[in-house]
């Protein structure tokens, strides 16, 4: 659960850093575009060249009046301007080659002006300034000339605001914001899952505890001198295992098994269990056949590893003079090693039928002095840090 804990601050801190590159790419492109400012494009159309119909921006001309007077020519032209591109045009302005003198002696929707050349230049008023896209804008003016003559060659100069999306850049953003928002998506619907999950194992495991509780209670019940005996070497063997470094579900597993370690006691007459004098040999091998029955109770319950070898081991000794099997050293299975400690502690710390508990000091030196023979080393060195850690907070 740790890992995992670990793994989700990893992913949360990157979806974090994420969202901030994504905002600084578009906060940054932003500017870059804004201070890019207008661009200024120039088209020059040549009639019949091109097809400048598929241009972002072009003009169209009709003539729409013509005649001859006092050997000059009066033409009356109709202008279009045609946005077509997907942004808006925001100023235009087109120059229109004429091969001779011109006057303009009226013109509508458009301003002009004619340059030392002869050429005629036509202008966006304020009202039709901007031509928005896929739109157009319609003029015209009436020219007097000495020469007949038609626009061939027309120079257009536009002006577009320059964006974010007209940078490559603006792409591989958006692509990378999508891709992200998808993630993050999917990781929300996932961990909304193993929360749901996380809060079904959660209740499923205060069962399971309530349930080894109660039925360790049952079995503690028999013995008058031991209530809660099984919680407390549960609790005890579950606190070395952490202080040992075993895993968080390692320390979850102990507990359980702990709990159950004297299981076989239900099957030893309540005569032996609370017999105020000493135990004649053969209430004693009555006693130890507990482990064995114990073990032989808990053989079905294969959903949790280990709880047999707990209840079947837990009173071997070190140096293979416990019983039932007389196995030694690491040959006895960690947990039963863990509850085999624990276990003594709290049997010395409780007062029994035939003795008064044992004082801290008297205890700490039984621990030592077994260590080795009765007890695991490794173990008692925790146990007896539990001892003063516990006397300490007293």
Request: charged letters at 25%.
């Amino acid at each position: 659960m740790k890992i995992l804990r670990i793994n989700n601050t990893v992913i949360r801190y990157m979806f974090a850093i994420v969202f901030l590159l994504l905002a600084l790419g578009f906060c940054g492109l932003s500017l870059f575009a804004d201070g890019k400012g207008k661009e200024y494009e120039v088209i020059t159309q040549i009639s019949g060249e091109t097809d400048y119909t598929k241009n972002d921006f072009y003009v169209e001309y009709e003539i729409v009046g013509r005649w001859e007077a006092d050997n000059t020519y009066i033409t009356q032209y109709v202008i279009t301007a045609v946005n077509n591109s997907d942004k808006d045009i925001e100023s235009w302005e087109i120059i229109i080659d004429v091969p001779t003198v011109i006057e303009i002696d009226k013109n509508w929707n458009c301003n002009y002006s004619i340059d030392e050349d002869g050429m005629l230049k036509l202008t966006s008023n304020e009202y039709n300034k901007v031509i928005s896209p896929k739109q157009e804008e319609v003029m015209g003016f009436k020219s007097t000339t000495a020469l007949m003559y038609e626009p061939d060659i027309i120079h257009i100069t536009i002006q577009k605001s320059h964006g974010m999306e007209d940078y490559s850049l603006y792409k591989i953003l958006m692509i990378a914001a999508i891709v992200y928002v998808v993630l993050l998506v999917l990781y929300i619907v996932i961990q909304s899952r193993i929360e749901g999950y996380r809060q079904k194992n959660e209740e499923n495991e205060r069962i399971i505890v309530q349930a080894l509780n109660t039925f360790a209670n049952f079995v503690d019940a028999k013995d008058h001198y031991t209530q809660g005996h099984s919680a407390r070497v549960a609790q005890y063997a579950k606190e070395l295992a952490r202080r040992m470094r075993l895993t968080k579900d390692v320390q979850q597993r102990i507990y359980y098994i702990a709990l159950m370690h004297d299981v076989g006691k239900i099957a030893i007459s309540e005569k032996i269990l609370n017999k105020p004098e000493r135990l004649t040999q053969e209430e004693i091998n009555e006693m130890h056949t507990h482990t064995i029955k114990g073990a032989d109770m808990l053989a079905g319950f294969t959903a949790l590893s280990g709880i047999t070898e707990g209840a079947l081991y837990h009173h071997e000794r070190y140096d293979g003079t416990g019983y039932p099997m007389k196995i030694a050293g690491e040959n006895i299975p960690l947990y039963a090693r863990i509850i085999g400690v624990a276990d003594a502690y709290d049997v010395m710390s409780n007062g029994r039928c035939y003795r008064d508990a044992l004082s801290k000091d008297v205890i700490i030196k039984e621990l030592r002095d077994n260590a080795g023979t009765q007890f695991d080393p490794k173990i008692v060195k925790h146990m007896i840090d539990i001892i003063e850690d516990m006397d300490s907070l007293n």
